[in-house]
């Protein structure tokens, strides 16, 4: 028996909604809200604080949109150190996201243009009076729109992102804006190494 006002279950009263025109719901990996929880569980973190995971606070939210690039750079902190998550979202796919832990290198005003080879010099951690050196070569140049968000608001720069990468494994990804650079360091962690609490973010007012 066909329900009154209804057909296979839909009303033929009133407006229908489409359901393609629905907003999709956020994906956990992208947008996580300032103040979540972050825990990580990799090897590097394991080595430099001991515990199995550690957790961290969500304070500054970096996204880049640039020509195949949709990249966010979660920087969490401790009540010691501050950390990288990183996520970057894989071009032809409509869902596939890589997961990196870096930190932040440096910051400076740059001088000369950024070379195409560099070296950095990293503590030797068997030997505190020797240092350990890792050449970067790079292998791209994207401008992008970036997006900072914190607990102060948000802004919107244009940059220029310049990857590079040493071995298999290790990379480097330094922001370029106006006069100013950020040097990365980081490396790729897997999805089961980090676990996310997203803070709780009230629904705009309604006028």
């Not at 009263?13 to 359901?19: H, L, P, S, T, V």
């Amino acid at each position: 028996m066909a329900l009154f006002g209804r057909k296979n279950g839909r009303s033929l009263f009133g407006k229908q909604k489409d359901a393609d025109a629905r907003k999709p719901e956020r994906h956990e990996l992208v947008d996580i809200p300032i103040d979540s929880m972050i825990e990580l569980s990799d090897i590097t973190t394991y080595e430099e604080t001991g515990d199995t995971s550690h957790a961290f606070k969500l304070v500054t939210r970096k996204k880049y949109e640039g020509e195949a690039l949709r990249r966010y750079m979660y920087h969490i902190r401790d009540a010691e150190e501050e950390v990288v998550v990183g996520v970057d979202h894989v071009a032809g796919t409509k869902e596939d996201y890589e997961i990196s832990r870096w930190i932040v290198d440096d910051e400076c005003e740059i001088g000369d243009p950024l070379p195409d080879e560099m070296t950095l010099y990293f503590p030797d951690p068997d030997n505190e009076h020797e240092d350990i050196a890792v050449e970067y070569s790079r292998q791209d140049v994207v401008p992008a729109t970036l997006t900072v968000t914190d607990a102060e608001g948000e802004g919107k720069f244009e940059v220029e992102i310049h990857e590079y990468i040493a071995g298999d494994d290790e990379f480097m990804s330094i922001e370029l804006c106006g006069d100013w650079l950020t040097f990365y360091v980081g490396t790729m962690i897997s999805r089961a190494d980090i676990e996310i609490y997203p803070a709780y973010e009230s629904e705009p007012s309604r006028k």
